[in-house]
């Protein structure tokens, strides 16, 4: 099955006035997010890609433009599944008044019981978020074969319940795993499990280019025993 790459959007002007966007239309990127989404290019150029999968909300679609632009051969899609958690109530707000209310002791430590007053449960983020990557995995794969790689442009909790399902966490653990602006994370999907190739990764990532098919070394979704070798 392919390679998924989740990029969280570029740093934005809610994420610096302190502010839980949520879904609110017209957050755009700051100066910084701005130069995060153009050095994305530069950092994908070794990675071939089958398509781009976005959430509609617009620090995403900026995020994904220097990209889309610099490989306009690239197919382009939003899916609302992908899209920020709708926080409700909770939206528009600061983090820091958020931080006293009762309910942010649970998003901490329980967030399998979360549930944004006026919004939704992070149980129902997880679930459409997930279901999406499914969606789009046998998409892709029947598209573009079971070597493809493909990147999804999202919000940080929903890159955060992904890859718990990838790891076989509990919702609950999901609060231990962190995705900055503009950091990518790739999930490499098989049969029989995902592995978790680049965790909020800031970096070069032209080892994320397919390898060749495994030989000698054992089946292809096998785990590497003693660590593996690395890109090369």
Request: charged letters at 25%; proline letters at 7%.
């Amino acid at each position: 099955m392919p390679t998924l790459i989740l990029v969280r959007h570029g740093r934005s002007t809610a994420n610096t006035a302190g502010v839980l966007a949520g879904r609110t239309p017209g957050v755009a990127l700051d100066e910084r997010g701005a130069a995060q989404a153009a050095a994305l290019p530069a950092r994908l150029a070794g990675v071939p890609l089958a398509a781009v999968v976005a959430s509609p909300l617009l620090r995403c679609r900026e995020t994904v433009a220097p990209l889309l632009a610099a490989r306009p051969e690239l197919s382009s899609y939003t899916d609302e599944r992908i899209g920020e958690c709708h926080y409700g109530d909770w939206t528009g707000r600061k983090l820091t008044e958020l931080a006293d209310e009762p309910l942010w002791e649970t998003v901490q430590r329980h967030p399998s019981a979360a549930a944004f007053p006026g919004g939704e449960s992070l149980r129902a983020v997880q679930a459409r978020a997930v279901d999406a990557v499914r969606e789009w995995n046998e998409r892709i794969e029947r598209e573009h074969g079971e070597h493809a790689v493909y990147l999804m442009c999202t919000h940080g909790d929903p890159i955060k319940a992904v890859v718990a399902d990838a790891l076989g966490l509990h919702l609950d653990h999901f609060q231990r795993i962190t995705a900055d602006p503009c950091s990518v994370t790739a999930v490499r999907y098989t049969r029989l499990r995902p592995y978790l190739l680049r965790l909020g990764d800031t970096g070069d990532l032209a080892g994320l280019a397919p390898a060749e098919p495994a030989r000698e070394e054992g089946h292809s979704e096998d785990a590497a025993v003693g660590g593996g070798a690395g890109a090369p």
